[in-house]
């Protein structure tokens, strides 16, 4: 019994050397792919449901590998959260973001995601103020989207932070609402601009009666509360004319568009959805 757990735990070290030999691959690719601008962002739009006209985009973070295909944010973000690597990542996205709209020829809306890291962090609001100046853009184009996780660590903190944001002009989405456990208290902690309904609700749409009584809910809640509500991940017209039907606000999804290296472009593909 001693001999096999002492092999137990030698495999264990084994297996913890793998996660920390890799963890420490990524982190030198993340600082790698920082350095030398192996990073883009792809932007899906996000339109009105009323007028089918766009009224932003929403910046998604990509890593470009050498052969040219994409690492997507899902498999990197984690461990950039990990390691800290996040924090000049999302300096690097809001810049790059609010730069490139900023040289956009319609003055439509950007949205970035922000981590929690990034909002624990002192100094965001005057990184944010910084950013604007140096890139010009209006402050009321920017919005910044943030998940209930980062209200979650510390609500009061959070909120201070977004109130500063606020004041500086910029106005602040609540992102996948409705996929955590305190996403009802989270929106009476912050008067959020905007509530994106996460995209689990659309693909469990043609399940059963319960996920559109759900949306039907959280789109009363919006109408009461006087926030409007974007629902995420709408793929087909079914679901496109329930929104609709239902009175949500504004809508993002591969039925409108993709997220494109090309703003022009998804633009193209909203016209014809
Ligand atoms: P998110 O903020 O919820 O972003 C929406 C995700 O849904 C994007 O995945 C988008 O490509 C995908 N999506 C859009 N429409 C549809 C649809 O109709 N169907 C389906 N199935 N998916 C759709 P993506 O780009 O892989 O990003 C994944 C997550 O990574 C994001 O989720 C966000 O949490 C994070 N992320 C992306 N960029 C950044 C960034 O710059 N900073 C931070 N902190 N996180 C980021
Ligand atoms: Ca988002
Ligand atoms: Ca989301
Ligand atoms: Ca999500």
Redesign the pocket.
């Known amino acids: 019994a001693k001999a096999s757990l002492v092999t137990d735990i030698c495999f264990y070290e084994e297996a913890m050397d793998e996660a920390v030999r890799q963890r420490r691959r990524v982190t030198l690719g993340l600082r790698e792919a920082l350095d030398n601008d192996r990073f883009e962002?792809?932007y899906?739009l996000q339109a009105s449901v009323e007028t089918g006209e766009v009224t932003g985009y929403?910046?998604?973070?990509?890593w470009r590998q050498p052969d040219g295909s994409y690492i997507?944010?899902?498999d990197f973000?984690p461990i950039?959260?990990e390691t800290g690597m996040?924090l000049p990542?999302?300096e690097w996205?809001l810049r790059r973001?609010c730069a490139e709209a900023a040289s956009w020829p319609e003055p439509h809306r950007i949205a970035?995601?922000?981590?929690p890291?990034?909002l624990s962090h002192v100094d965001l609001p005057r990184m944010v103020h910084q950013i604007l100046i140096e890139t010009g853009l209006s402050p009321h184009r920017l919005e910044l989207?943030i998940?209930e996780t980062a209200m979650i660590s510390d609500m009061e903190r959070t909120t201070h932070i977004l109130r500063q944001l606020k004041l500086l002009g910029v106005s602040v989405a609540m992102?996948?609402f409705g996929t955590g456990y305190s996403s009802l208290s989270t929106l009476r902690a912050f008067p959020f601009d905007k509530i994106?309904l996460?995209?689990t609700f659309?693909?469990e749409l043609d399940g059963g009666p319960q996920s559109k009584a759900i949306i039907r809910a959280v789109l009363a809640l919006g109408e009461s509360l006087e926030i409007p509500i974007l629902a995420?991940?709408?793929?087909t017209q079914e679901q496109l004319a329930f929104l609709r039907e239902q009175g949500c606000d504004e809508v993002?999804?591969?039925?409108?568009g993709?997220?494109a290296r090309d703003v022009g472009l998804s633009d193209s593909r909203a016209q014809a959805a």
């Open positions: 962002l792809h899906q929403e910046a998604l973070l990509r997507s944010p899902m973000i950039a959260e996040i990542i999302g996205v973001a970035v995601n922000l981590s890291i990034q989207e998940t992102d996948d994106k996460d995209r659309m693909s995420e991940g709408v793929e993002q999804g591969y039925l409108l993709r997220p």
